[in-house]
Structures are given as C-alpha cells and as structure tokens.
C-alpha cells in the first residue's frame, strides 16, 4: 500500500522557519501531485500549497511569499520550506499525494505533523 511519512514539525518562535518533508512509498508511479493542507483548531483542513509533476506549484494566499514547495527526484518526496512563521500558521499538517495506481487516481494521507508557532 502507498504510505506517506511526515517529517519536519515542531516548535518554533514567530519570524523563524521550518522544513517538512513528505515521501511517498509504495507506489507503481510517481505522484501526479503533492500537496501540503493544514487544520488548525476549530478550523476546516486547508490546501496550503501543492507541486504536481510537472513542476507546477499552487499556494495558499496566506502563504505566497514566505511558504515554497518543492519536489524531488525522483518526485517522490515533497518539501515545505516555511519562513517568517507566524503564530496563525499554527496547526497540523497533512500531506497529501495523488496517486495513479492501477490506472485509477487515489489521495492518499500523512498522519499529520503538529507546527505550533509562539508569538
């Protein structure tokens, strides 16, 4: 079965930053895409930013300019490096894969990692 591993969270002062990092296992091809969404407490589970194979990233408005995603070869890993955390960055993350198994596409979930960011 494909899995996905998260790693990367944790605590951090506003202003600083982190990397998470996401590999997709067990998978017959490479993602179409990954993706980085977030849920924090009382709030519904948002795309933060996304990478497909082609290169192509998407990101959260509240992100763009301090948050950047990234793939590697061979595009099975995902990386979210964040800057200038802000304490409204606090939440769980999740990463995401969309994965053409078998001809058919399926999203696939981290466990979620816990970024708390102090004001």
């Known amino acids: 079965q494909v899995q996905l591993v998260e790693s990367g969270g944790g605590l951090v002062q506003a202003g600083g930053s982190l990397r998470l990092s996401c590999v997709v296992s067990?998978?017959?091809?490479?993602?179409?895409?990954i993706g980085w969404y977030r849920q924090a407490p009382g709030k519904q589970r948002e795309l933060v930013a996304s990478i497909s194979s082609s290169g192509s990233s998407n990101y959260a408005d509240s992100v763009k300019g301090r948050f950047t995603i990234s793939r590697e070869d061979p595009k099975n890993t995902a990386n979210l490096l964040m800057n200038s955390l802000k304490p409204e960055d606090t939440a769980v993350y999740y990463c995401?894969?969309?994965?053409?198994?078998?001809?058919?596409?399926?999203?696939?979930w981290g466990q979620g990692t816990q970024v708390t960011v102090s004001s």
């Open positions: 995401n894969a969309l994965v053409r198994n078998f001809g058919i596409l399926v999203n696939y």
């Open positions: 067990g998978s017959t091809s490479s993602p179409t895409a």
